[in-house]
């Protein structure tokens, strides 16, 4: 009960700060240019893999806040994230901005990391399987700079420190004195796997270089080209193992409202044990919790989609889709996972609601044995399904 009494006077706290700042910002919204906003969404959604009696469930997915502006030729873009559910909160992402020219920007701060598809890989609330071992959306605390000086081609360039900030994690247990509440994945210190065999292993990410390229063949199709080069740091030994990722994508539309999104990715995130061996499995968390990632695989990703055009009271939009995405794990005594998401998503002004159907194998997330999917894996793991309504009010 102390606990609880606590932790709701956190967050009371933290929401009497963030309607200050808000009311401030508005006040000044003229003056400085800064605009504030924010959403709130929700989820209701059945699970296959438990009791019956419990479903459908519904809980409060997400509350964020968002302050954009300039001021002085200096652009600033900043958000933090509330997730009730997991009982964390973390900066989604706050940098700096500066137009050199128009073909040059520049980026300070926590952003996107430039690899692969972007913004975003995937068509559904769920994401594409890259995600979950943190090459899809993913955000880093660095530099970057974006230029377009050549035609039809656009280039970044990135230098990343480290992982973005973390928040608290579930249930405020740490993993290796840093909790993984943030809301991209990372590794995570504390654990990894030599085969099967857990062993202890303090590592995180330093030093991380990006690489972009996305060239125009016309006004609807980009092919591109991503590479990663950062280190894996282990505290125990003080030395760093270099890790790599390269993907290669296509995005192209046509007709009326399709669009078709696939890429290719292979990852080696080489790290060592806190005893010199090297790792067959690390860590990875976000939302609190951390889980076990095979150290190597390939990423075979694709998703199609058709947006239509409507008229049904606030409906304007609908667009139907199906994201599919594979990781064949280098180890053969891993089992592979499979992600397939078909669904819906309808806008209505201000509201976007998801209507997705999951389904996964191995999936980390579609499972009743958290976490476990992307390591070791179950070859005769069943194909578990999710049914998920994910509705979202932004302001």
Known sequence: MCSLKRRLTKNL????????????ITAQEKQNNFKFGGCVRFNIFAKSWVDKG???????????????????????????????????????????????????YMKLGVMQVPFGITKFASHSWWFQGQYYVGLEDDYDIGIKFDYSGIDNLDLSFAYFRQAEPEGPSASGVTYGN??????????TPGVGKVGTETVDAHIRELNQFNVRGA???????????SGQVGGIYNSELDKAEISTALCAHLVGNWGKGWNFKGSYINYNY?????????LDIIQMGAFGTPYDVAA???????????????DLGPIKSIQAYVDYSYIDKVKKEYADMHHLI??????????????????????????????KGLGVGDEDADWNKRFNINIGYYF
């Open 13 to 24: 706290f933290i929401s009497l700060f963030f309607i200050f700042l808000t009311s401030t």
């Open 178 to 187: 840093a909790g993984p509440g943030r809301y991209s994945y990372d590794i």
């Open 215 to 225: 060239y125009h063949i016309s006004d609807n199709v980009e092919v591109g080209l």
């Open 270 to 278: 080489k790290a060592k044990a806190d005893d010199g061996t090297k």
């Open 296 to 310: 190597k695989a390939d990423i075979y990703s694709a998703g199609i989609a058709k947006s239509f055009d409507v």
């Open 342 to 371: 078909p669904g819906v998503l309808i806008s209505a002004g201000p509201v976007y609601t998801y209507i997705d159907y999951a389904i996964g194998k191995n999936q980390p997330w579609l499972t009743s044995s958290f976490g």
């Open 54 to 104: 419990t479903q459908p469930e519904f809980t409060w997915d997400v509350w964020r806040l968002n302050v954009d502006g300039t001021q002085g030729g200096i652009d600033f873009s900043f958000e933090y994230r509330f997730y009730p559910t997991f009982d964390t909160h973390f900066i989604h992402h706050g940098y700096l901005g500066y137009e050199f020219n128009e073909n040059l």
